[in-house]
């Protein structure tokens, strides 16, 4: 996500390489375009060609792979994406498959022959929304003993500041009902852990529901694991404000973190 409407013109240049001016503002982006359709080799390659060594993509597997065939008779689908991401090389920080609120404890085994069945080259990432993956002490430790066993990360999805109070604006009314209710979950299982945080469109709400994450992070820092943030809003309007917010509040306790890019100004246009 690095097109957002909302951005161009007031946090970034309303043309040119929007990829590259996205990368002034934070050094990892969730590829989640990619969840609705496998994009052309070609794309992919002007991706990489915009952004450096070090900035982190996490791509998400496409849903006819996670969804609509639940890892059955898609080999070939799977071939075609890693053949178009291959561009990106070690940009790709994870490859991130996100499940639906209907994929039970029941459906793990199938999960494992997939995970099993990957290519070792890349690394990999789940995000599962059902319940009893959080409830149930049985199916938490039978997920993470198969993530464990390919050195998979599972990915939390903290959405509880944002349902602590009714939405107030339109964007949040439509979250309201898309967004799931997942419970907390703070445990990392690999060297990469991968956090997402939806916030509220009110900035202090957001800040507020996240300083638990703030020793967290701080904490996986001290670890020496590399974690990476995507912080989110309802409309998203200054996300990459938030993240580079977080990023410096992690900072004051882990002084030893590396600063984000300076961003690119934005020219403001004239009349004349």
Known sequence: MWTHKA????????????LRAYASWCDAVEGNTTFYATPSRA?????????????????????????????????????????????????????????????????????????????????????????????????SAALEGVLAGVDAEWIPFDTTAFFQAAPTSEAERD???????????????????????????????TVEGWQPWLDVVAGWLREGRSPTVFLHTPDNADAPVLARRFHDEVRARVPGLEPLPEAEPVEQGTLF
């Open 7 to 18: 951005w161009q013109g007031h946090l970034m240049p309303a043309g040119g390489d929007r």
């Open 43 to 139: 794309t992919v390659e002007t991706w990489a060609r915009q952004v450096g060594e070090d900035f982190r993509f996490v791509v998400k597997l496409p849903k006819t792979i996670t969804h609509e065939r639940r890892f059955h008779g898609v080999d070939e689908e799977l071939r075609g994406f890693l053949d178009a991401i291959e561009p990106l090389g070690g940009r790709t920080h994870a490859l991130w498959l996100q499940l639906p609120g209907s994929f039970a404890p029941a459906d793990v085994p199938a999960l494992e022959s997939f995970l099993r069945r990957l290519p070792p080259d890349h690394r990999y990432a789940v995000e599962v929304r059902h319940r009893a993956f959080f409830e149930d002490a049985r199916a």
């Open 175 to 205: 979250a309201w009902g898309k967004k799931p209710r997942m419970p907390k979950r703070e445990r990392a299982l690999t060297s990469r852990p991968v956090l997402r945080y939806l916030g509220r469109d009110d900035t202090e709400r």
